[in-house]
């Protein structure tokens, strides 16, 4: 699913660093060992990499570069249609692309990117069940995406104003006694396709004409109880252990609850009983790449479990497909993840679809907010 328009990036920086003894705890248990790739691969490099934060973490870059000799340079994205633009535009070579999963479609349909062979991603059995030969890293029976970081999206409450049982129900976002203390990002596909989602749409992705104004007087109706709605994660946490907001909607909900709690706050991740709404990222090789054995090897390396754990319990600490970083993870580490929470948010939610007409729902969320 889309970012949000106008920021830096949906994973936009923690605010609140991890603890110093659970970074040492990453930092004595990752070893990385040299992959094997085959003799015939001539990897050539450096790596150009357009993906969202936390993938330019140095500890990554220089394990990867210690494993093959090969620089990799990041771009941080902005969005996926930001991510589809640049690659189409092809003003830089990139090598590697990183959008979510429900954007592989669009990518592939656009022939920007390469079909992978599940057999150059070892790492492929070692992942949840749920993100293997998962449909939406695939196109025409292809697939074309390797599954990285994921997230969900429900409603996260202060519960010392907002109780678990009252965010259950999502309409509860729209009650009058929380005029003014919900805070929000400006990521127009979630908002739409959650209200749509909330709605009983079946497809809410293929909302458009009437059913796309019913969304968005729906949001409408929601504004009186607009706190803010924030370029950035950052803001938005803020809110929330400030006490500014009540409640955050959406915006990557499951990493807000987790920095809310370590900033001490009495927070709690809900899904309502409407639903939830995932996302997943990718890792996909762009066509014409002129290092395609070297974006193969980082596919294989970034997906590992070492690689992942460190990802996981870098400065953001999102969730991550690999359930083998448990090897190299904690056990409160792990939990703290939510890892042991992935057959609990698949059974209670969906991943969110990118919309079929992308400009209609641009175009619907600019009236929301003009609203």
């Known amino acids: 699913m889309s970012t949000f328009r106008n920021s830096s990036s949906r994973r936009d920086v923690l605010r609140f660093a991890a603890s110093a003894a659970m970074f040492s705890a990453i930092a004595r248990q990752v070893d990385f060992t040299r992959p094997a790739f085959a003799s015939e ?10 993906a969202w934060t936390g993938y330019d973490d140095p500890r990554l870059i220089e394990g990867f570069k210690e494993l093959t000799g090969i620089d990799v340079n990041v771009k941080e994205a902005q969005s996926n249609s930001d991510q589809l633009s640049l690659v189409r535009a092809g003003t830089t070579q990139f090598d590697i692309v990183n959008p979510d999963a429900v954007w592989t479609t669009k990518f592939a349909q656009s022939g920007l990117t390469l079909p992978l062979d599940p057999a150059d991603i070892p790492s492929l059995s070692q992942m949840f069940p749920q ?12 697939m074309y995406g390797a599954p990285t970081r994921f997230g969900i999206n429900g409603i996260v409450h202060d519960l010392d104003k907002l109780s678990a049982a009252d965010a259950e129900e999502a309409h509860v976002l729209w009650d009058p006694k929380l005029r003014e203390r919900v805070s929000i990002v400006d990521w127009a596909e979630l908002y739409i396709y959650m209200t749509a989602q909330w709605a009983g749409n079946p497809a809410p992705e293929k909302v458009t004409g009437a059913d796309l104004d019913a969304a968005i007087n729906r949001l409408i109706e929601f504004k009186p109880n607009l706190r803010a709605l924030h370029d950035d994660l950052g803001s938005v946490k803020s809110d929330l252990i400030n006490g500014d907001s009540w409640a955050v909607w959406g915006a990557s909900s499951d990493n807000v609850a987790r920095s809310a709690k370590m900033a001490g706050k009495n927070a709690k991740l809900t ?5 939830g709404a995932m996302w997943m990222e990718t890792l996909q090789i762009v066509r014409g790449t002129p290092n395609l054995a070297t974006a193969k090897a980082y596919i294989n390396y970034m997906t590992g479990a070492k690689a992942l754990a460190i990802m996981a319990w870098g400065k953001e600490q999102f969730c991550v497909t690999n359930a083998e970083v448990s090897k190299y993870l904690t056990a409160e580490q792990y939990k703290f993840l939510d890892l042991d929470k992935v057959d609990e948010w698949f059974a209670h939610s969906v991943v969110a679809k990118a919309p079929d007409d992308e400009k209609a729902w641009a175009d619907a969320w600019l009236n929301f907010k003009a609203a």
């Open 131 to 142: 993100f293997r030969n998962n449909t939406d890293i695939q196109y025409e029976g292809k």
């Open 41 to 50: 691969d001539k990897l050539t490099g450096p790596l150009n990499v357009l």
């Open 271 to 275: 899904l309502p009983k409407q639903g």
